[in-house]
């Protein structure tokens, strides 16, 4: 703890300096964006525009690590599966996240559902992937053993596959996150009416540097404390089956 404070101390000194030599119009002293912070929060634009962004951060990552969770265990499993759906997951891995975006947008309207849609599809080959090789991982001894006692399919899944795919779904979950909020803020910027991505656009036409990195530290703070409270506790949990190295 002593050395993560030490190392924020650093920061903000070094932030501090950058400050002093680049002038408050490129880069604002650390105090002058706190104020800004406060004065967002104080007005409540900034817990609005955080609300509306954590909204569509959390629809957009269930949605994606559902079915990606699905299709990837469907794919792990079956080879027939596998070789079909391949090709679409290369695909989406590679396209550009703002190509899927604009697309969306110009085929479904400047709507919710488009924006939702587009952050989706941007993570689900991610989920798809992780889950995949986790489901191929599956220990065969314990399928065999589970067919042996005529297990029915939700037992097998909920008792047998679900605690040794609990790490890469973990792990899917950490690089998911930290992948669909930076995507959230881009459909946020170039067609939605509220959330961080917007204000950010907004003081960028601007050129307010302190609004801008106001905003971007808050959802930074707010992700970070999602990270230790949620994402870490439950990767925890998901490995606590296995052996501990010596």
């Given at each position: 703890m002593a050395l993560r404070l030490l190392s924020l101390a650093v920061l903000i000194a070094a932030w501090q300096i950058g400050a002093h030599f680049a002038g408050p119009r490129l880069l604002p002293e650390p105090l002058a964006v706190a104020r800004a912070i406060f004065e967002e929060a104080r007005d409540g634009a900034l817990f609005l525009h955080l609300g509306a962004t954590l909204a569509r951060v959390a629809v957009s990552f269930a949605l994606a690590m559902f079915a990606g969770a699905a299709l990837?265990?469907?794919?792990?499993?079956?080879?027939?599966?596998?070789?079909i759906?391949?090709?679409?997951?290369?695909?989406?891995?590679?396209?550009p996240a703002l190509v899927i975006i604009v697309l969306a947008y110009i085929w479904a309207g400047l709507t919710e559902t488009a924006a939702i849609a587009a952050v989706t599809l941007n993570k689900?080959?991610?989920?798809?992937?992780t889950l995949r090789e986790g489901?191929?991982?599956?220990?065969?001894n314990l399928d065999e053993m589970a067919q042996v006692y005529a297990m029915p399919r939700l037992t097998w899944l909920r008792h047998v596959a679900a605690p040794q795919l609990g790490p890469y779904f973990a792990a899917a979950s950490r690089s998911g996150l930290s992948l669909v909020w930076k995507i959230v803020l881009i459909v946020e910027l170039l067609g939605r009416p509220n959330g961080v991505g917007f204000e950010i656009g907004s003081?960028?036409?601007?050129?307010?540097?302190?609004?801008?990195?106001?905003?971007?530290?808050?959802?930074?703070?707010?992700m970070l404390a999602i990270e230790m409270l949620v994402v870490q506790p439950f990767e925890r949990h998901a490995a606590r089956w296995r052996p501990k190295n010596p």
């Open positions: 990837g265990l469907l794919m792990g499993r079956s080879r027939a599966a596998d070789a759906a391949d090709p679409w997951i290369v695909v989406l891995l590679n396209l689900l080959p991610n989920a798809v992937v489901a191929r991982a599956l220990d065969r003081a960028f036409q601007l050129f307010d540097v302190t609004r801008i990195l106001a905003y971007a530290l808050a959802f930074v703070a707010v």
